[in-house]
Every structure is written in structure tokens, then in C-alpha cells.
């Protein structure tokens, strides 16, 4: 006889509202596995814009995982790292199996088995709630092309900022500037490869062209989420060179000035999103070949420094709202869980 088993969620019921939500978790069935969740990471770009309805409520959900609507309720994230506690007939995991699913916050849940990624030995939880970044930031570098020796800046020492920022280090460029206007994050895109930090200031522009012999960054990277961040990157980057927004910016309107430098330097600016894969590299590389490269990257990079707190799943309204007041003290926050399950 199947049991059925009690579980808890994360909703988002109104903008800045947070709620824990009792689940009903079946069996497994062909195909599925069931997971007990071991820690979830929470995106402060696009989850705070979700929770704060900064997002069209019209727009689809683009995870099968997800419920509800971007106009509330819903149920959002998409960063669990678990272990495989029960499995359906022709699965390959097994139990006790360390699993990263693209999953909302959920103690205990049942999903295909094709959307769960193997943890490789050695890799611990925390480690691994980074994939889902890791796999955008290795898409964002990817879509960027930086050549051996280029000059490069980032907008943003967010968790994606910070990750492209090694991976730029990894790609062979010959400079990296992180630009971010919280001194915590500055210091930690100085601890994982950026050669100079910098605040968004009236002076950043000069300052970029000072150490580029006045020509400007080959390559800008704007991931702060911030609109206004295109106008400086467009002034710093140099004639022909190339700027890669992997910003979501929600509903926010973004006022960016296209005259003068932008018309006059032939810049391209260039969307960047891990849904789809840069056209000049397919076929040869799939969604599924580039999740597997950044899977083999978490033993690489620089990853458990950037958690800056661990909050209990119990807490997790207290974990949006100190993200939200407090974001000079916050870089990856997670949500750790209990270990207990209830059958009913």
C-alpha cells in the first residue's frame, strides 16, 4: 500500500509576503524519485523581484516545477540540493544519491528523475546549491566570446557576478574589474580572481579608461540588475567592443541613452539568457553538455565563502525580509532543512 507523506513550501502570496504551505508528497512513480531537501539557495535578483510582483503577471512559468502565477499566489526557486530517499521503477539514481533538482523551497518533493543532476562525490550541499547560477554565469561567458588577454569589467559582485568574474579569470582574459557598490561584495570579487574593485561613481568611467590606455573595456558584464548601470558600461566600453546583459530587470523600466558613444562606437549590446544556448555554438554544445561542465566546475571555483547566512526553512520569511533590508550584509543566503518527515 503507498503512503503519502506531509511536506512544507515556500509561497509567495502578495508582493513581500511569505508563506509556508503544507504539501502532499505521493509515491514515485516510473521514471520519478523522491528527495529530501538538504539546503536551497535563494536568488536575490529574480526571487525578489518575484516576491516584490515586479514581474509581469501574464508571463508563463518556465520551470515545470513551479505553481501558481507571477500575479500570486506562487510557488518559486529554483536552486535544491537533496538526497534521493525513495525511487519509481527504471531509475538510475538510488537512494542516498546527492541530487541538485531546479525546484522551488520544499522540504521533501517527487520530480522526474531527468530533471535531477548527480552531485559528484567530494561536493558538498552548499557547494552545489550554486549550480543553477553557475550554469548561468557559465552561459553568460559563453555568450561574451572573451578572447586570451582582453580587458573586462563587471557590473554586479552579486552571486552571478562573482562566479563570471572566475570564470572570466578561468577563460585566460587579461584584466577584470568587478564593479559593485557594496564593500562586502568587493571584497569578495578581490578574494576570487578580479584584479580591481570598484564603486559606481562619477569618476568610474575615467578610472576604466585610465588602466585600458584610454581605450575602454573590450567587454562589459552587466549583472547588477541595476538599468542604470547600461549607460556607464556603454561609456566604458571601447569602440567595436561588446556588452552582455544578463540582467533581468522585471518591470523596471530602463532608460538607456543609444546616442553618441553607443551610435558613434559600433557597440553591440547583447542579451544574455540560460534558457537558450549562443547559436554559433550549437549543435555542438546542448543545454544538457552545458549543465554537465558546471556540475564539473563546483570543485573549481570559489563557492562556500559567498554564503553569508544559513537560515532555517522554518524562517524563511525572516530570510527574504533580511535579504531585502539588509543586502550590504547578504551575498548567497540559503535555507537548511529539518530532517524529519512525516508519513500520513
Known amino acids: 500500500m503507498s503512503a503519502t507523506r506531509a511536506a512544507r513550501s515556500v509561497w509567495f502570496t502578495g508582493p513581500g509576503v511569505v508563506e509556508l504551505r503544507d504539501e502532499v508528497v505521493s509515491d514515485p512513480g516510473p521514471g520519478e524519485i523522491r528527495v529530501r531537501t538538504i539546503a536551497s539557495a535563494i536568488s536575490q535578483g529574480t526571487e525578489l523581484k518575484v516576491l516584490q ?5 501574464a508571463l508563463d512559468l518556465d520551470l ?4 501558481g502565477s507571477y ?3 506562487i510557488k518559486f526557486g529554483y536552486a535544491s540540493v537533496g538526497r534521493v530517499i525513495d525511487t519509481g521503477s527504471d531509475v538510475a539514481l538510488a537512494p542516498g544519491d546527492l541530487v541538485f533538482a531546479l525546484h522551488p523551497h520544499q522540504t521533501e518533493y517527487v520530480i522526474s528523475e531527468k530533471l535531477a543532476t548527480r552531485i559528484p562525490a567530494g561536493i558538498t550541499p552548499e557547494a552545489a546549491v550554486f549550480l543553477a547560477n553557475l550554469e548561468t554565469a557559465v552561459n553568460v561567458v559563453q555568450d561574451a566570446h572573451p578572447r586570451l588577454g582582453e580587458r573586462v569589467v563587471v557590473f554586479g559582485q552579486g552571486v ?7 570564470l572570466l579569470r578561468l577563460a585566460g582574459v587579461g584584466l577584470v574589474v568587478a564593479v559593485d557598490p557594496l564593500p562586502r561584495r568587493r571584497s ?9 574593485t570598484l564603486a559606481p561613481s562619477e569618476d568610474l568611467v575615467e578610472r576604466v579608461r585610465a588602466i585600458t590606455d584610454g581605450s575602454g573595456a573590450d567587454l562589459v558584464v552587466e549583472a547588477s540588475g541595476h538599468g542604470s548601470a547600461l549607460n556607464a558600461a556603454i561609456a566604458a566600453v571601447a569602440f567595436g567592443g561588446t556588452i552582455v ?17 553607443f ?4 557597440i553591440r549590446l547583447l542579451s544574455s539568457q540560460v534558457s537558450t544556448i549562443d547559436p554559433s555554438l550549437q549543435p555542438r554544445w546542448t543545454s544538457a553538455r552545458r ?30 525580509a533580511r535579504i531585502a533590508r539588509f543586502p550590504e550584509e547578504t551575498t548567497q543566503v540559503i535555507l537548511t532543512y529539518p530532517d524529519e518527515v512525516t508519513d500520513v
Not at 510582483?53 to 503577471?57: A, K, N, T
Not at 546583459?245 to 558613444?261: F, H, I, K, N
Not at 549543465?291 to 553569508?308: E, K, N, Y
Request: glycine share 10%; charged share 20%; no cysteine.
Open 71 to 73: 500575479g500570486f499566489p
Open 160 to 166: 552571478v557576478g562573482l562566479l563570471v568574474t572566475q
Open 188 to 196: 569578495l570579487a578581490e578574494q576570487v580572481g578580479a584584479d580591481l
Open 245 to 261: 546583459v544578463s540582467s533581468w530587470y522585471g518591470r523596471e523600466p530602463v532608460a538607456v541613452d543609444l546616442g553618441g558613444a
Open 53 to 57: 510582483g515586479q514581474i509581469d503577471p
Open 64 to 67: 515545470s516545477t513551479l505553481r
Open 291 to 320: 549543465l554537465a561542465f558546471a556540475r564539473d566546475l563546483l570543485g573549481r571555483l570559489t563557492l562556500t565563502p559567498l554564503i553569508s547566512h544559513r537560515i532555517p526553512f522554518a524562517n524563511a520569511a525572516e530570510a527574504y
Open 263 to 266: 551610435h558613434r562606437q559600433r
